[in-house]
């Protein structure tokens, strides 16, 4: 008896294991993964990470190096647009000495901070739900090291932001445009820890206008001399990468609105250093590199800018010659306000908010 229920029992067993397959319930698919949010467009990881990506605005002559987004310059950048609530970027500064400022949301005072070492950085965390804009600026110039941004990270989605009709701006300059010493005091010596290019006058004015800027500038370049340390003079760096970078720099097919000439500086230095360095080969060399701006740049406005550590009349005269030689009204003086109160007689933080403002409303007035 018990050898035919054996068979029975199996076979019971096996059709209900047949009606179970039978009845269960399919998977459900997964929700299709949302292609806006907010009324901007989704983007994916893979794109915001090519560096290429138009939802991802870049300041300055940043470049890519095995797929790795390099910031040398003062005051090169980038801005994402997410929804979540954290953000971090993956980046390895070259040098300890290296610091940078960020931006959340639009807020105009930034938080300064210090690179260090190769990691994640959390760029925001804790922010309520919803979208969200961060801004990273490199606030040490590229004289003091580079960095590479290997890959950026948010708990939530990329987003491609609205496409804006904004004013290019480049600024060309030295120590004063990239912020060096505005955090120090008379007496102090300028370092990297009292500068920051994200509240020089350059920057300001980019930022109060909200444009699209780059600043070619580090300390202690003249326009076609160099003086101590520095090898390389401005006819030189204007066609880099960067000062430490050689390699030759791609001009954008869509070229600047305004270019801001503050030079001038470091050349006085020069003459003062040299007798035979005079007004006039001055002003051929200021002439030669408005030639070379205006070169990449053909239909921009060109302001000269100076004074902002006082005025030399030899440099004053020779940058108007400079301009009057060139019988074109799109090419102006402005001397900006003089304020030497930071490190090594640098303009100081309310200097530079100053010498910025006073820019802005210049630019206002022309654009």
């Known amino acids: 008896m018990k050898k035919k229920l054996f068979p029975i029992i199996a076979l019971v067993f096996s059709c209900g294991l047949l ?191 909200d444009a699209d800027y780059s600043i070619v500038a580090t300390e202690g370049i003249c326009v076609k001399k160099t003086i101590g340390w520095l090898t390389i003079n401005m006819m030189e760096m204007y066609e880099q990468l960067s000062s430490v970078t050689t390699g030759k720099y791609s001009y954008p097919e869509e070229t600047h609105d305004v270019v801001v000439i503050g030079l001038g500086t470091n050349d006085g230095y020069a003459m003062s250093g040299d007798s035979t360095y005079t007004q006039e080969l001055f002003a051929e060399d200021y002439g030669a590199l408005i030639d070379l701006v205006r070169s990449k740049n053909p239909h921009a406005k060109i302001v000269c800018v100076y004074g902002m550590m006082g005025v030399n009349s030899s440099i004053e005269n020779g940058i108007k010659a400079a301009i009057e030689g060139k019988n074109d009204e799109r090419i102006t003086y402005l001397r900006l306000p003089t304020e030497q109160k930071g490190a090594d007689t640098h303009p100081s933080l309310e200097g530079a908010k100053q010498q910025g403002e006073v820019l802005l409303a210049y630019l206002n007035e022309i654009l």
């Open 19 to 209: 009606f179970a397959g039978c009845n269960k319930t399919p998977d459900t698919p997964p929700p299709d993964e949302p292609t806006s949010i907010e009324g901007l467009e989704v983007v994916s990881d893979e794109e915001i990470n090519t560096f290429e990506s138009d939802a991802l605005r870049l300041f300055g002559r940043t470049y890519l190096l095995k797929n790795e987004l390099c910031l040398d310059n003062a005051a090169t950048g980038f801005e994402a647009t997410f929804y979540g609530t954290r953000f971090e970027a993956e980046m390895t500064p070259m040098t300890d000495a290296l610091y940078y400022r960020v931006f959340v949301d639009g807020d105009e005072e930034g938080t300064k901070k210090h690179f260090l070492g190769n990691r994640s950085y959390v760029l925001a965390k804790d922010l309520e739900e919803g979208v969200h804009t961060i801004r990273l600026v490199k606030s040490t110039s590229s004289q003091n090291g580079v960095v590479h941004v290997t890959k950026l990270k948010t708990d939530g989605k990329f987003l491609r932001p609205e496409k804006k009709d904004r004013v290019r701006i480049e600024f060309v300059g030295d120590s004063i445009t990239v912020g060096a010493g505005l955090y120090g005091k008379a007496g102090d010596p300028c370092a990297v820890e009292n500068s920051d290019a994200a509240k020089c006058y350059a920057y300001l004015a980019a930022q109060a206008l």
